[in-house]
C-alpha cells in the first residue's frame, strides 16, 4: 500500500502538523506527498525523494489562497469557467498517476487529505480508504466561490474518518456528518524543543534584555493594534518575530521595527528553532479574534512549552481554556501586557519549566500520529 497525502503546503516550507504525520506514516508504509505549486518555491512535477519512503511531488492548483492578491484576483473568475477545473483536475491526476507508476506503486492506495481542494482526483485513482485531516476552518482565511464549498462537502461525505484539531472544528462539520470523527490535537517533537542539537546564541538575537518571541506567519490574523500598544508599554524588552511576512502585512512590520524593540528576521528552518527558543524567555500568541483562529489548536504552545517557556495569548479560541492553568491568557491589551510582565518573571523558575516541558511531553506528536497512523491500519486491513 502507498499512502497518497495531499497538502495545502509545501514539503519544504513551516514544518507543521502535515510534515510530522507524513513521518510517522512512512515509518510503516511509503507517502506520496502532493503539494501545491506555488511561484515561490520550486516546484517538482516528477516525484522526488526526500526522505526514507517519503516522495513529493508538485500539482498544479487554483491558487485562491495565494499570496498575492492579483493572482487572488485571476484565480477566482477563473475557476468559474466550466472545463477550467476539469483541466487542472485531469493534469492533477496525470502528474499522481505518473508518479506512483515511477516509484512502482499504486496497486493500493489511501489517502489522507488537507487539501480538499483536489477531492475528484481520487474519483478514478484506486483508493481503498480515504482520512480527512481537518485542521483549519476551511472558510476563515479568503471568500472561497460556491464550488469550492461542494468539494469540502463531498470530501466530508466521502471520508471513512475525519480528524479535527479542535472541538469547534467538530461542531462545524455537524450538519454534515456525526459520526466517525475523532479529536487529534496537535503536537510537538519534544526531544527537538527540549534537548537543542546546537546550543550557541543565533547572530540575530540581542542578548542582554528580556526577549519575547513570536514564531509563526507574520500574516494578517495577528493582532497588531495589541504588538504596537504591547511594544511601546515594554521598551525595554525585545520583541522577536520568526517567520515569514504576509505582503499586505510588510507595511506593519516597517512601522514596529521603527519603534527600536522588535525584529522580523525572517524564516527560519524548523532545525534551528530551538537554537532560538533556548535565548528567549516568552514565548506569545497574539492572535486576534475571528472565524480563523477560534478554531486554531496552536502548535507554539506545545513548542514553547518543550523548550520550557511560559506562552501570553489572546483568549482567541474556546480549546485553550482547558490549558488555562498553562497558559498565561489575555482578554485585553492592558492585561496581555501585564500577563508578559507575570510571566517574564516566572520564566526562569525551575518549577514553571519543568511543569511546562511535562505538559509538553504528553503532546509528543508520537502519540497523535500513531492515533492516525492506527486508523489507517485498522482500516486498511
Known sequence: MIVLFFSDIPWYGLHQRP??????????????WIEPTTLVKKSHFRPLTVAPNIHIVSIPIIPYNARFPWMRAVALPLSHVPGVRTI???VQRFLIRRALRLLGKGERVAAVVNYFHAIDVLD??????LLYDYIDNAFGFVKLPDHVKQAWEKTIRKANVITVTSE??????QPLRSTGITYVGNGVEYEHFAHPKVSECPPDVKRGQPIVCYCGAVYPWLDYDLLRYTLKEMPD???LFLGPVHPDIEHITRELSAMGNSSFPGFKPYAMLPQYFKYIDVGIIPFQLNDLTRSVNPVKLY???????????????????????KIFLARSKEEFVSQLRLAL???HDPAVVSGLQSFARQHDWSTKTSVIADLLNHHHH
Do not use: C, N
Open 124 to 129: 478514478k485513482l484506486p483508493t481503498s480508504f
Open 168 to 173: 469547534e472544528l467538530a461542531r462545524q462539520l
Open 19 to 32: 510534515q510530522h504525520i507524513t513521518e510517522a506514516l512512512a515509518k510503516k508504509w511509503p507517502v506520496l
Open 88 to 90: 487542472v483536475t485531469m
Open 237 to 239: 524588552v525585545h520583541f
Open 303 to 325: 513548542e514553547y512549552s518543550a523548550a520550557g517557556k511560559p506562552t501570553v495569548a489572546t483568549q482567541f479560541s474556546g480549546d485553550l481554556l482547558p490549558f488555562s492553568d
Open 345 to 347: 518573571k516566572q520564566s
